[in-house]
């Protein structure tokens, strides 16, 4: 279910290429130049890590894999007296055809990964499990499997099981912490989804057009539910960018499809899980037409043209609903919503981790849900994906959710829309390469309030710190420790929100463990 999450880490690593020193660059660019003359590459990413923590689900069924918000239907919680220890491990083991017949103008992708817990299970099937004593576990999931064609010079076609991320950039050609702050940060839309992708990123400019089928149920009747895509970037200088973009959602599913009984869309127990917005349509079916238009700008995108950057997006969420009712369809609430983002910097030294950063989001909330016939709060992928769009690139661990994650994707916030409350945050984080582009250390600071206020409860989430020190082992291997704490809010004084718990604050939640990361090619 998380397999997405995957490319966050690896395209991290990929991404840190940039602050290698030059005698890893001469070595990578034999090992590229090697590899560019083969049809056949493979490459892979290994990451374990040990976790201490206090967050755990509390149902037997969840034992293995939990995503979600926390606190929220997934079961997960806090405790004082419960503080798990745990390993878990994932391989992604990555295959690229490209035949010498085409000459590089048609590329076969496919992706792959194996997740478990240590000592999860054996002699089964199924992902995210296996490593028990004895294994034999049927767990291979697939991520990618895509044909990419480049029919003419600037135009590729990206035809298949393809990475559905709302950035304007070519997924499979950019650095993957490019993508996560630039266009929509992929908080609206990160995920895979199978459809085609047509782009024309010429020197100054990318235009993309998209088509995603998310769900096709019954084959022979309209359920389908699509996603199309419209966006545009244009240069203005070599350090400005400005882009715009239209995402159209097509829902005539009536929340059938989806994970498991979760079901996906609007009324679906998936938004729930998700912390997303749930409309209360309980089995009525609904058809919906929802769109999101933005505008986004990026300066000094890759940190190397000045000491300033940042990017920005503004989004604004408008859709309609109907309902029916016997054979007819009657209005249901419309949809109103506004998202916005900033994220901007001063880099302090000579590699891009030495940086001085804050990430500011803001959705609009909704305090009576569609009791007025109308819902103005954002609403994101994570309707009808698990999760479908990720708010990872921020700096934090617990107020948001962060990318080190292999079976537990758990954070307070887990969608920008706050549960359809909306949020108001600020993350805060320096960082420094006290071995330059060896050994690096960062701390950072977050705080959020809602901007609506749910019954029984105040705005104030909670304040998160934490601190990161890394150290590069070589060519993208790394060891790392991470480390964070979040001091809960009257936010969470709520039953609405806390777990059910009627006047009772939950236990912190914090988080600490060491990772090891090795992309091999």
Known sequence: MLRYLTFLIFMVLCSSMQAQAPAVYKDLNEKTKDEANKEFRFLAYFYNHMVNTNVYPTSDFLKGQVVGRLYGPNTSTTSDENRPVYFEQRILPFFLYSPKLFDGKATLRASFEIDFTWGDGSYGSGGNAGSAISADQVNLQ???????????????????????????????????????????????????????????????????????????????????????????????????????????????????????????????????????YRFPFSAVPYKSDIAWLGLSAGYNEDYMMDRIFGTAYVKYNLGSVSLQEGDDWKEGPSISGLAANLRAGYRHGQTINDLIWLDAMYTTGDQNGVVDNNYSGVMTGNTWGTPGALHVSHGGYLLFPHANVVNRYIAAVTDISNMGYGISSLHVNASKDIIPNKFNAKIGFASALSNATPNGGGTYIGTEANVKLAYQLGVFMSVEFHAANLWLGDFYDSRIVNGGETGVRPVNPYTAFVSFKWLMF
Not at 154 to 169: E, S, V
Not at 238 to 265: A, C, E, M, T, W
């Open 142 to 276: 697939t991520q990618n499997i895509e044909i990419e064609l480049k029919p003419a010079k600037y135009w590729t076609i990206n035809l298949g099981l393809q990475r559905m991320y709302d950035t304007p950039y070519d997924t499979y050609g950019t650095f993957f912490d490019k993508m996560l702050n630039t266009g929509g940060r992929l908080n609206l839309w990160g995920t895979d989804g199978v459809g085609i992708t047509v782009r024309r990123q010429a020197d100054y400019s990318i235009f993309k057009a998209s088509y995603f089928q998310l769900y096709e149920n019954e084959i022979q009747t309209n359920d389908d539910v699509q996603l199309f895509e419209l966006q545009y970037l244009r240069r203005v200088s070599h350090k400005l960018n400005i882009g715009s973009s239209i995402h159209y959602v097509r829902d005539r599913g009536n929340g059938q499809g989806g994970p498991s009984i979760l079901g996906q869309g609007l009324n679906s127990s998936l938004a729930s899980f998700n912390g997303a």
